[in-house]
């Protein structure tokens, strides 16, 4: 395992930054990946940046709108993970696709896994362990007897006023189990 490639960013001065400001940062660590996968693949589009994710995903690379999409609450709540790990993740899934058959790699597969490792110099870890109390739009957990059940606010107000929802997959009715992070 090399070291990464991309500088580590100060975690204190970021944490201080203001939202505009820290979402600035964000788009230059995109640049720099970018100008990184460059070096080996110098026809590599740049991708167009969104902040418009919500849920758990801390990121995702949007082949359709040709950009990268990132999810505003769990970068705001973790930048420097966020930095150093979300950003090349995404970018290397960019440029993996990008690459001649790469639309035919497997998403976490071998490729991605490689550019993760030799260009980046990270781990290619699949998943964050990012809080995503505030991020997901469904905080409110409900449960029948096979599987738990996510509700947003609006199911949610609509079961404690007595609406009946039942699963579709055991049609037991589903039982309040309490809510994460509201
Ligand atoms: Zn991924
Ligand atoms: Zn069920």
Redesign the pocket.
């Known amino acids: 395992m090399t070291s990464p490639a991309l500088p580590d960013p100060d975690a204190r001065w970021l944490a201080a930054l203001d939202r505009t400001a820290s979402q600035r940062v964000l788009r230059e660590r995109v640049e720099a990946a970018w100008s990184l996968c460059r070096e080996v693949h110098d026809t590599l589009p740049r991708p167009a940046v969104w902040l418009d994710l919500r849920g758990k995903a801390a990121g995702q690379a949007h082949f359709g709108r040709g950009g990268l999409r990132f999810n505003p609450v769990l970068y705001d709540e973790n930048r420097h993970p966020f930095l150093v790990e979300v950003v090349p993740h995404e970018m290397a899934h960019w440029l993996v696709h990008h690459l001649a058959d790469g639309h035919r790699a497997r998403p976490h597969g071998r490729e991605w896994r490689t550019v993760m490792r030799e260009l980046f110099g990270i781990a290619p870890r699949t998943t964050h362990a990012f809080d995503t109390a505030r991020s997901s739009p469904a905080p409110h957990r409900y449960r ?4 738990e ?1 996510a509700f947003s606010a609006r199911r949610h107000a609509q079961a404690r006023r007595g609406r009946a929802y039942r ?6 009715t ?1 039982v309040y189990q309490g809510s994460v992070g509201v």
């Open positions: 029948c007897a096979c599987r059940h699963c579709r997959h055991c049609a037991q589903l």
